[in-house]
């Protein structure tokens, strides 16, 4: 939630002076690119204290991983700049209270996420002899619709970026996502955050590790790996693949084990040196060898080589297609019983509900008791699936379960429906409690969705996704 | 339903009982069912009742709407001759209500109570109660008073602690004063328009420039020459008055018939 001012808080209590609201709503266009800085801004904010407001309509919709909203703005006199596509605007949900107008996001701390013109429509129309209506529309996409669902991953080597150097290895799920923060902004010269973990770790996001560095020796059978480290591991005892130069694939992905009289700078290495991982541009001469980069563990290895797990968005089944950095973290968090949230400012933050977490807002039927709800409904889906099967490694066999209580007594079903099934298949797990984690994030995620609820309530600028609010409804 | 029970915070607005042993004073001796430790009570004052009320704890802030008060008086006599012992409560700025009659006798602590049935949240918290003591030549003491109050508690929502608000839409119109939040809260996650609360008015009318040039000059010696019931009974009314009457919230600052 977000802190605002009390005078804020007390003019969405109260209104202002007493008894109604006065909306106030920041407003202000500004230009996204970097080379486009220090131009041009455009303030077409709704300020209750003048009558120069052209805004029309303002909406912003928030949902967890989308998001999105729409303005229309007056141009009576067609003043609106032409094109605003590509501005961003951090909206402010205000209102004029006892200290002046609020809806900035410094004292009032009133701007929700930020938003950008993704498109836009003119309006004009009005009936014979009537006053004319010219209206400016804009689209507006979020965090997760106009920046994550659109931008591809892109770490490691073009053209297939499938994390070749290891940036992603041996780390947590929480330093992942941290990391891929850090590559979204280094694409997009963008600046976005994430709030350090505090009380929201699960107990999975800081210490399960979904691309996990393994010495030969240890790799789990049936397993897909790609080789960091060829070491002194014989990889073609293991279902590893080498190949001499002459014989590459182009496109294909290798890593140098030999360099022989092979000039592998020629057919797209960096350098001539072992255990150079490139993607062949043509098939090679001389005496080089190389192993093909990923490989299914048909053993346990032995020697000093290194792999890595293969990342789950570029397994073979999903290569030749990116995920976007909205897929990519959702993938990682199905690993936990965390959520990403974004919040003003460009930052993110990582969830994780808890029954012990304190009330965020209460909201009443009565606006003597506090801050009022208009309407509040709740509803109760009936649970399906009620259980949870995860399955491991490429031949699936390794699994966990998890059972709801409310339908189950151990393994038999004793609810008033019927025993329902999801069924997941994560070749990369390697063990059983990998299988049980997963079964049991998943289990907490369909519990949480078990009850719903929808509440109208006057502005409240505080509120944030995945608040824990409550609802005090004295109605009889 | 559930119940409360409210305990005495202070001598009430009539307290006409003498007697007090074990306590620092009269309320605090009828806290507790805890026998002759600590009583008040009233002595034989030519034949008349005597009244005693207490202030009462204020209801939680869980409670909905009132369905019953019940006043309890824990009493005895210190001789076994018949007394009326009435429990009593008083409302802010009410007169006082008695139970019927309770006759006893007993030199042995008894329980009478009374109910008094429904009243506003605001009036409980407002309330007194306590007893009106029969003494008949003998005294009446009192160990312990106290209300049970019925109510239907607040209802509050969502029901499970790990629900979430999964969606929100912030929406403000000009056009219609709607300034208002719809949270979802778990898996609703669907875009509703509401039959009872869609919108929400703000309390001023939001001013915004029209769109376009809007109304003229011209247009406005036109409404004056066209004869509407409006224009005759107003010949002289200004312009920017009648752009008000036309809808029209600030003059246009342009235009032809500027």
Redesign the interface.
Known sequence: MRICHTALIAAQTNGYPVGGYQPAIRCIFTPTGTATAGTATYDYSFNPTVLTNRLIQAEQRESIGDDGGTLIISNYDKSVPDNLTGYYVDLGWGLNTASSVMWDAGTANAVAPRMWVMQQSEISGGAKNSQPQLYKVYELGGVWSAVLNQQPVRIGYAPYYQDETGTLANQTVYTCISLLITALNSQTGMSFTLDALGTQDDGLISTIIPFPIVTAGSFVVNTQYNILTTGTTDYTLIGGVLTTAGAFIVSKRYIILTVGTTDFTLIGATSNNIDVIFYATGVGAGTGTAYEVPFIASGVGAGTGTAMSSLRSLNPQTTGQFQTYAQFVQSLLELTKCVLIARAGLAFKIVYPQSSDAVQETYYSSQASGHPFYENMNRRLNMSPNYVEVFGKEDASISAKWYDTDHFSGTAYVGNFMPVIKSIWEQSFSSTGQCSNRASAEGLQLKQQLLGGRVIIPMDARVELMDRTEMDDSRV | MATVVLAPTNNGSTMSWSVLVGAASKWEACLTNDGDTSYSGATWVDGTEVLGLFGMDNLP?T???VTDVTVTVIVRRNNASLANIRPALKLSGGSVQYSGSNFTSSTSYVTISYSFGSFTIAEVNGMECGAELGTNFWSTFCTQVYATVTY?P??????????????????????DKT???????????TN?V?P???K?????E??????????TRADYEKWLAGGSALAKRFPQIPYEVWLKVMG???APL?GPGY
């Open positions: 802030s409670v909905a709407k239907i607040v209802a509050v929502y969502p029901t499970d602690p790990l629900v979430r608000v999964s969606g929100i839409t912030r929406t403000f119109r000009a056009w300034y208002q939040v719809v949270l979802n809260l778990g898996s609703n996650m509703y509401s009872i609360s869609g929400i008015q703000s309390a001023i939001p001013a915004v420039l029209p769109s376009g040039p809007g109304y029209q919230k600030q342009f």
